[in-house]
């Protein structure tokens, strides 16, 4: 499994974009990259999945380069209640063992 | 809401109890699994089930028994656990055991005294 490698903590501020980057040097052809993100005394909730180029969805994007050795989940204009704990996961295609590292602590200020 | 549920939300018990969480899915997902997640630890699997049957043990102690009678009802039933036991435990569901996405319920916090 290919071992992932995020900043322990982040600050922002309301209305500002934020980019979290993930390392994962080892990535093999069949992985896929999903990030998850955790509130406190909350189970993890998935955000976003993808496997090259950039992926959009109505909560993030995706930002992975063409050697996929890392990518950069990118939240736009973050609130409040976007302070929460970041996952990067690297998981096989078609398997479900995800591994969790111990993520991006984000706090986002007022 | 994520569509899985857990109960009880806070646990507390001795070494010498023994008690169960429960976890439901209303996703119709054929998946379901369980991770603990300790203060000074990443999330970690702990069991997964497929279609009722255990597809993975990730060489969890024995004083921690799954059952998964369907679908949409998983436990672990707990006997004389220790206290490094004590973590959040999260149940989790997805459409099969291959499918990334995965669903979460808000976890049961266990102290074991």
């Known amino acids: 499994l290919a071992k992932t490698t995020q900043p322990i903590s982040m600050d922002s501020y309301e209305g500002q974009e934020v980019n979290i980057t993930c390392s994962h040097n080892?990535?093999?052809?069949?992985?896929?990259i999903t990030w998850y993100q955790q509130f406190p005394s909350q189970g993890p909730r998935f955000i976003i999945q993808?496997?090259?180029t950039k992926v959009t969805n109505e909560v993030a994007s995706l930002f992975i380069p063409a050697d996929r050795k890392s990518s950069t989940l990118s939240l736009p204009r973050v609130s409040l209640s976007d302070t929460a704990v970041y996952y990067c996961?690297?998981?096989?295609?078609?398997?479900?063992?995800?591994?969790f590292g111990a993520g991006t602590r984000l706090t986002v200020k007022p | 809401e994520t569509g899985v549920t857990q109960t009880p939300r806070h646990l507390v018990m001795g070494m010498t109890n023994k008690k169960s969480l429960k976890c439901e899915q209303h996703?119709?997902?054929?998946?379901m699994y369980w991770y603990k997640q300790s203060a000074k630890k990443p999330l970690e699997l702990m069991f997964v089930?497929?279609?009722?049957?255990?597809?993975e043990n990730n060489s969890v102690p024995s004083r921690f028994s799954p059952e998964c009678p369907n679908s949409s009802h998983l436990f672990l039933h707990l006997h004389t656990l220790q206290p490094e036991d004590s973590a959040l435990y999260l149940c989790?569901?997805?459409?099969?055991?291959?499918?990334?996405?995965?669903?979460f319920g808000p976890g049961t916090r266990l102290t074991v005294t």
């Open positions: 996961l690297v998981v096989e295609y078609n398997n479900n063992d995800m591994r």
């Open positions: 080892n990535i093999a052809t069949n992985d896929y």
């Open positions: 996703l119709g997902h054929n998946a």
């Open positions: 989790a569901s997805s459409q099969d055991d291959r499918e990334d996405e995965q669903y």
């Open positions: 993808g496997y090259k």
């Open positions: 089930y497929n279609f009722k049957e255990q597809t």
